[in-house]
């Protein structure tokens, strides 16, 4: 077992890393979820039957790892916000954590699409991460988001042009393009 979970470490795990950090957009929650979907991994290894690859089986569990802590987030926000009164209380929580846009700083193409990717839904910046990061097929897309591939085909077809969109907005060009 210690030499398949080394083989799927070496050979996915920059690229592992690379999506859920593009997801979660903080790293040390990155490096967590990570261990998460490792842990998963040796759990349930004897159950992987082959039908797919074990990259696109690796995935899938690292999109299902990703959502829960999503909606984990969502739940504690929930309690969050039942718990204070904040017409009361003048303070609000800050998050000390770099934001998306201070990691890219230095380069404004990246920048950039931090903020697009945020405008997205879920689905759109799976597929999109999967797709232009990841260099992941729509075959590998398909199997790892468990869609069919003209449903991977449709989100990135509007997830690209709500991108499209943003960028000539961005460029002030927004007007010309709603008149198509």
């Given at each position: ?21 593009y ?9 967590d979820?990570?261990?998460?979907v ?106 790892i988001?468990?869609?069919?591939v ?31």
């Open positions: 077992m210690r030499s398949v979970y080394e083989s799927l470490y070496e050979k996915y795990h920059q690229d592992l890393f690379q999506f859920i950090f997801m979660v957009k903080n790293r040390e929650q990155s490096e979820l990570v261990q998460e490792y842990i998963k991994v040796l759990k349930s290894y004897t159950q992987f039957k082959g039908d797919s690859s074990e990259k696109t089986w690796l995935f899938s569990i690292a999109r299902h790892v990703t959502i829960d802590f999503f909606r984990k987030q969502t739940r504690k926000k929930k309690r969050l916000l039942e718990f204070f009164d904040w017409d009361k209380k003048g303070e609000q929580l800050v998050d000390n954590q770099p934001l998306p846009e201070e990691i890219a700083e230095k380069n404004e193409d990246i920048k950039l699409l931090y903020q697009y990717l945020e405008k997205l839904s879920v689905d759109q910046k799976s597929v999109i991460i999967l797709r232009y990061i990841q260099s992941m097929s729509i075959q590998e897309t398909a199997d988001l468990g869609w069919s003209s449903k991977v085909k449709t989100t990135q077809h509007r997830g690209l042009k709500l991108l499209q969109n943003l960028a000539a907005e961005q460029r002030g060009e927004g007007r010309r393009n709603e008149a198509r």
